[in-house]
């Protein structure tokens, strides 16, 4: 079974194995996590999280807004694109709704 026969069967609420998954990241961020790890495969075998010296890398704009011009066709996979985090949600993330709430009254 393909990678897309999976992800077809997964909507259609059928079992299979392994189950589908999107680990989201930008080219720079994967390219970062594959220099750390040293593994081209790493997000089989991602280590502890450690935040305290984590630096967030700035978007190619126009690199993204080119390769969202000529979608490369993967027949095995599918290819979502969206606009991720606004600086709302991303201060959710990191901080939790409770806490943002509260940063935003105090």
Known sequence: MTKREAVIKTIRHEA???VPYSLEMTEQTH???????????FHANLPEPDFCSYRFTE???AAIREKCKHPVRQDDKFKIYNIGFSMFER??????MENVLCD???
């Open 59 to 61: 978007p190619d704009e």
């Open 104 to 106: 935003f009254i105090g």
């Open 16 to 18: 299979v194995a392994p």
């Open 31 to 41: 390219r970062i996590m594959k220099d750390y790890t040293g593994d081209t495969d």
């Open 91 to 96: 201060a959710w993330t990191l901080r939790g």
